[in-house]
């Protein structure tokens, strides 16, 4: 089914609670519905009760997705003058509906989409209430992640006994993370409420011990490269110059933002988390970070 049919599914704060929302106009698309999309939209409202600022919102896309009342005046582009498309974003259990009263195969097709969708979310979220701690484990791979990157970390620790001459393991590590998610390692520990017994990367997601992983393996190969260059061992000044230089290529920052909003977005809603300085970094939680959990 998820090969055949892909909505976008997001989680949004509305009035005061979380709910799952999708654009009606990329259910309607879906739909294959044969008539123009504000006359449908329109016409199911009226017919079937449904009910503004509760079964949906409606939003100018072009103006944010803040909400904008159906009953408002029609908004114009200020540039072009033309009259800005109205979106609808209405509710899963609203887009079930709507699918069901198509009475056609594709909107069968539909709403059994929507009955999965709401069932791995759910299935996520009853063990984020039970367990949140151990949330991130959920991913099928995660283990084999894990396994996988103790290789890296041991290429990591490796390169400091070998070729730099102070081993602070402790300050390297903090400075990766603080590279990474702007944290350091016992800042993340208290945050998550970790015992001594815990080791961190074992409540990290699959993606953010990848990155960890990879940088580590990469940021090791530099250091060896510079040790044979020097044919001696590294000051800590050098090591943190040549992480400097690494963590400054384009690549990393790319991982550095994708780390921020995994961090962010996932242990808020996952965890009831807040990580303080990765506010800024919080994305919706959409079905594809589900799905990224579940696979």
Known sequence: MNELINIKVIQKDFNGEKKRF???????????????????????????????????????????????????????????????????????????????????????????????????????????????????????????????????????????KDFVEVKNYGTYTDMLYNFLFLERAKEYRKLLKLVKKDLTRNFMYEEIVLIVGAFETGLAGEVEKEFKKLQRMLTQIEFERIFKEFSAQRNWLVYQKRARNIMATYDEELRRIKHPKLINYKKEFSQDDIQKLLS
């Open 22 to 160: 999708v654009n009606a106009r990329e259910l309607y698309r879906w739909l294959g519905v044969g008539r123009d999309f504000s006359t449908w939209i329109k016409d199911r409202i009226i017919k079937y009760d449904f009910v503004e600022d509760l079964d949906y919102f409606t939003s100018i896309p072009k103006l944010g997705d803040g909400k904008v009342g159906s009953n408002k005046a029609k908004v114009k582009d200020s540039k072009t003058g033309r009259v800005v498309a109205k979106d609808y974003i209405i509710s899963v259990d609203m887009a079930k509906e709507l699918a069901m009263i198509e009475n056609s195969e594709i909107g069968k097709k539909v709403r059994k989409y929507f009955i999965k969708v709401e069932s791995d979310f759910k299935k996520v979220m009853q063990i984020a209430t039970r367990d949140p701690k151990f949330i991130n484990q959920l991913a099928s791979q995660f283990f084999e992640t894990r396994e996988e990157t103790k290789e890296y970390r041991r290429d990591f620790t490796d390169c400091v």
